[in-house]
């Protein structure tokens, strides 16, 4: 037999290095070469104007936490604090049209300070008042992080407190003195995702070298994580270990003091939190010996699961139909708390523990909307809700989920005219005849000519949601403009559960895009848009999503935004923390695998000659997550093929592409700018 020819080296694969000199200056240049074709456009001026004007107005909604000690906290970004500042105030004052905010952590001062662009990444904060946190903050929005223990009550770092060097860390409060870390304890100990693999218990006053060792994974994992359960007073009752085995695999263990024991659940299940002595789990599979489907919502008595660790027993709290998902949990003092969607359209149930059982209570909120929880407390039984439609401006409301009664907090002002338009639901078919929905924000009187340049969103993995919201950016830069804007809820997102999701992994990856060209069709067909008209976004997921619409059905669009994506889909697994998504798209290493991914990887599925319109790619030189090798690397094919390309690369911003609303505003007049010379001119 004859051995397969060996595969000719990658001429690109220099712009894999990251700060890489050759490969910064290709980025450079390419970014100098496409923003005076983008922003030496007329339009680009006014649009930017007013994409800095939504992004950094202050009467935008705070999304606001219950703290343990009773006040709103919330992190808020403005043009006078472009980093942004950590900051509390009281329920009274924050029902006031003015409230009176207390600086927590200032970081625009912090960044000043230090000299780093510090990007705020959350705080971990010990119950039950949150005084004491673990702030996260990162260099230029990457996704690896310092970790610095915070006072919020005295408003300043704990003077020799817990700190961590800079990595993609995982900890846990046990109590005021312990701390469960998984980070990169000696350099490069870390899995081949880059995520770390061992945990340690760490004690106040101790160096890190003297944190105690009580679990190890593989390097072959993604990731290991610590949780600890606490009761609503604060006192943890289980300390877990979440061992990823891929993205969606998962070993529970927990921590007893004779050592880690693995529990007997499901790995495609997920802890979603603790209450009333019950562990609340989602299910992403089936569960055929305890009797449960995948989408289920069960509940495990944690004594019971404590003393028979090989047989855990549940108990059903929810099961959604075929056309609803359970998007969010959460957990107050006494209750647990689910968003569910019914064919994308949100409510909220309350169940409380009722004997073996649950009862459910709906709260009386918004219908036909997309609703949030934005914060659950542990001290009692409020709820931070956030309530939002294509057209409606976003609404906050304080619920209590033991006695109903939701109370409207804030209220967006309208931040585009939207009494033209109007929301609509079509149905799409996709090659397996599987229906598929999307949504259709349109003007009133539109005409069904095909002369409607239209902006096609989607994702399609990861079970992720994309429900309806009100884009205020969208609203005014396309809608006021007279575009029309589509979001598509396609096969490997979560609109309709688990079941959605794993009908698009792996081997069966092609569904996701067939379901995406069903709706590109789909809108053409309705006279809607036409390929002249119709421009597609995406980014990450929806990136490598954009690039396998280029590669495999260019006849249909005539701009493509492509941001911070997936390329490369035969390299993935070696370029940033590709390793961990093997569970998502497939193993190239594995033939039937490889075999598919080489199908629709986009990089290796470009080529010359073909009606491929002018593309936008963007990515982020500080992105460790997507690396921006990526889009470098289908730029430069791109060039050597001959094709006309736009390609922008800011230098920090990480995974989100922005470190700041200021750069946020500038990419998005960049991208509808472009939008308009492609489907308006």
């Given at each position: 037999m004859v051995a397969a020819p060996a595969p000719k080296p990658d001429p690109y694969a220099y712009l894999e290095q990251i700060d890489g000199a050759k490969a910064l200056a290709f980025a450079k240049a390419e970014t100098d070469r496409s923003l005076p074709q983008l922003q030496d456009d007329p339009r680009y001026g006014a649009l930017h104007a007013e994409a800095l004007k939504i992004v950094t107005a202050k009467d935008r909604i705070p999304a606001v936490a219950i703290a343990g000690d009773g006040a709103l906290r919330n992190f808020w970004q403005d043009a006078d604090h472009v980093q942004g500042v950590w900051r509390a105030t009281s329920l009274a004052s924050y029902r006031t049209a003015e409230p009176e905010w207390r600086t927590l952590l200032d970081v625009d001062a912090l960044s000043k300070a230090e000299g780093v662009t510090w990007v705020f990444g959350g705080a971990s904060c010990l119950k039950p008042d949150d005084r004491l946190c673990l702030v996260r903050l990162s260099n230029g929005g990457k996704d690896a992080a310092i970790v610095r223990e915070f006072d919020a009550q005295a408003g300043k770092f704990v003077d020799g407190g817990f700190s961590l060097p800079e990595a993609k860390s995982n900890s846990a409060w046990i109590d005021r003195d312990t701390l469960a870390v998984a980070t990169e304890w000696t350099k490069g100990e870390v899995t081949q995702s880059g995520y770390p693999y061992i945990v340690k218990l760490w004690k106040r006053g101790e160096p890190l070298s003297s944190a105690r060792e009580v679990f190890r994974g593989s390097v072959k994992d993604v990731a290991v994580s610590p949780l600890v359960l606490r009761d609503p007073d604060g006192r943890a009752q289980a300390v877990l270990l979440e061992r990823a085995l891929d993205f969606f695999n998962t070993e529970h263990v927990l921590l007893t003091d004779s050592g880690p024991v693995k529990l007997a659940l499901p790995t495609r299940s997920t802890i979603q939190g603790y209450v009333a002595g019950q562990v609340a789990l989602t299910l992403e599979q089936d569960w055929p010996e305890a009797g449960f489907k995948e989408g289920d919502l069960v509940a495990l008595d944690l004594a019971e699961l404590k003393a028979d660790l090989a047989h855990p027993r549940a108990h059903l709290v929810l099961r959604p139909t075929r056309s609803q998902a359970i998007e969010e949990v959460a957990t107050t003092r006494d209750r647990l708390v689910v968003a569910l969607y019914d064919d994308v359209k949100g409510e909220v149930l309350a169940f409380a523990r009722n004997g073996a059982g649950w009862t459910a209570t709906r709260l009386d909120l918004p219908k036909d909307s997309s609703i949030h929880i934005g914060s659950a407390s542990d001290r009692d039984d409020r709820l931070i809700l956030n309530v939002t439609s294509f057209l409606e401006p976003d609404t906050q409301w304080l619920a209590d989920a033991a006695a109903g009664h939701p109370e409207k907090l804030k209220s967006l002002p309208a931040r585009f005219d939207a009494s033209k338009d109007v929301v609509e639901q079509y149905w799409a078919t996709s090659r397996d005849g599987t229906k598929v929905p999307y949504f259709v924000v349109r003007p009133k009187a539109m005409k069904l000519d095909g002369s409607n340049p239209t902006l096609l969103y989607a994702y399609g993995g990861?079970?992720?949601?994309?429900?309806?919201?009100?884009?205020?950016?969208?609203?005014?830069?396309?809608?006021?403009?007279?575009?029309?804007?589509?979001?598509?809820?396609?096969?490997?997102?979560?609109?309709?559960?688990?079941?959605?999701?794993?009908?698009?992994?792996?081997?069966?990856?092609?569904?996701?895009?067939?379901?995406?060209?069903?709706?590109?069709?789909?809108?053409?067909?309705?006279?809607?848009?036409?390929?002249?008209?119709?421009?597609?976004?995406?980014?990450?997921?929806?990136?490598?999503?954009?690039?396998?619409?280029?590669?495999?059905?260019?006849?249909?669009?005539?701009?493509?935004?492509?941001?911070?994506?997936?390329?490369?889909?035969?390299?993935?697994?070696?370029?940033?923390?590709?390793?961990?998504?093997?569970?998502?798209?497939?193993?190239?290493?594995?033939?039937?695998?490889?075999?598919?991914?080489?199908?629709?990887?986009?990089?290796?599925?470009?080529?010359?000659?073909?009606?491929?319109?002018?593309?936008?790619?963007?990515?982020?030189?500080?992105?460790?997550?997507?690396?921006?090798?990526?889009?470098?690397?289908?730029?430069?094919?791109?060039?050597?093929?001959?094709?006309?390309?736009?390609?922008?690369?800011?230098?920090?911003?990480?995974?989100?592409?922005?470190?700041?609303?200021?750069?946020?505003?500038?990419?998005?007049?960049?991208?509808?700018?472009?939008?308009?010379?492609?489907?308006?001119?």
């Open positions: 990861f079970q992720v949601s994309q429900t309806p919201a009100y884009a205020a950016t969208v609203g005014k830069l396309w809608l006021e403009k007279g575009g029309v804007y589509v979001v598509a809820n396609i096969r490997g997102g979560g609109e309709f559960g688990p079941r959605w999701h794993n009908a698009g992994l792996k081997l069966n990856r092609m569904r996701v895009y067939e379901d995406f060209f069903a709706v590109s069709r789909d809108l053409i067909a309705r006279k809607i848009t036409s390929p002249r008209r119709l421009g597609i976004m995406g980014g990450s997921n929806g990136g490598l999503l954009m690039g396998v619409a280029l590669t495999k059905h260019p006849e249909l669009y005539r701009a493509i935004v492509i941001q911070v994506p997936l390329f490369d889909m035969i390299g993935y697994t070696h370029i940033g923390a590709g390793a961990s998504w093997v569970g998502e798209y497939g193993d190239p290493a594995i033939p039937a695998e490889r075999k598919v991914l080489l199908s629709y990887s986009p990089y290796q599925n470009l080529r010359a000659g073909q009606p491929y319109p002018k593309v936008f790619l963007e990515t982020s030189t500080k992105d460790d997550r997507v690396h921006p090798a990526h889009a470098r690397k289908a730029a430069a094919k791109l060039e050597a093929l001959g094709y006309d390309f736009l390609y922008y690369e800011n230098m920090e911003g990480g995974h989100a592409a922005a470190a700041n609303l200021n750069e946020r505003a500038l990419r998005v007049a960049l991208e509808y700018t472009y939008l308009m010379q492609r489907l308006m001119d």
